[in-house]
Nanobody, 126 residues
Framework: QVQLVESGGGFVQAGGSLRLSCAAS????????MGWFRQAPEKEREWIAA????????YYADSVKGRFTISRDNPKNMAYLQMNSLKPEDTAVYYC???????????????????WGQGTQVTVSS
């Protein structure tokens, strides 16, 4: 069982930055790949970034590539999403999620993730 709690959301002007944090409970954090998703009003939940359980590889959706950076600190049971050059279209509720992996790989479909945080709101003004 893994519990996830996001923090770090807020209100920022376009071009600004935010760093989201995801705190995980449990002693098996390093066996889970981590992903970040977001959901804007009246839109489907969208995968935006993922990191392997070791942290050695990261993957990004085209919409955030070059602007967002996913990372993790396994000894601290933490995952992060650094968001730079934010745009109004980045406004959404952001979720971290965990998926058990027996290999150092990731998943990008929300339906494959085992555990989810409650979400944190990010609002970017123009």
């Amino acid at each position: 069982q893994v519990q996830l709690v996001e923090s770090g959301g807020g209100f920022v002007q376009a071009g600004g930055s935010l760093r989201l944090s995801c705190a995980a409970s449990g002693r098996t954090f390093s066996t889970y790949a981590m992903g970040w998703f977001r959901q804007a009003p009246e839109k489907e939940r969208e995968w935006i970034a993922a990191i392997t359980r070791s942290g050695s590889r990261t993957y990004y959706a085209d919409s955030v590539k070059g602007r967002f950076t996913i990372s993790r600190d396994n000894p601290k049971n933490m995952a992060y999403l650094q968001m730079n050059s934010l745009k109004p279209e980045d406004t959404a509720v952001y979720y971290c999620a965990a998926v058990y992996r027996s290999t150092d790989s990731v998943r990008t479909s929300q339906y494959e993730y085992d555990y989810w945080g409650q979400g944190t709101q990010v609002t970017v003004s123009s």
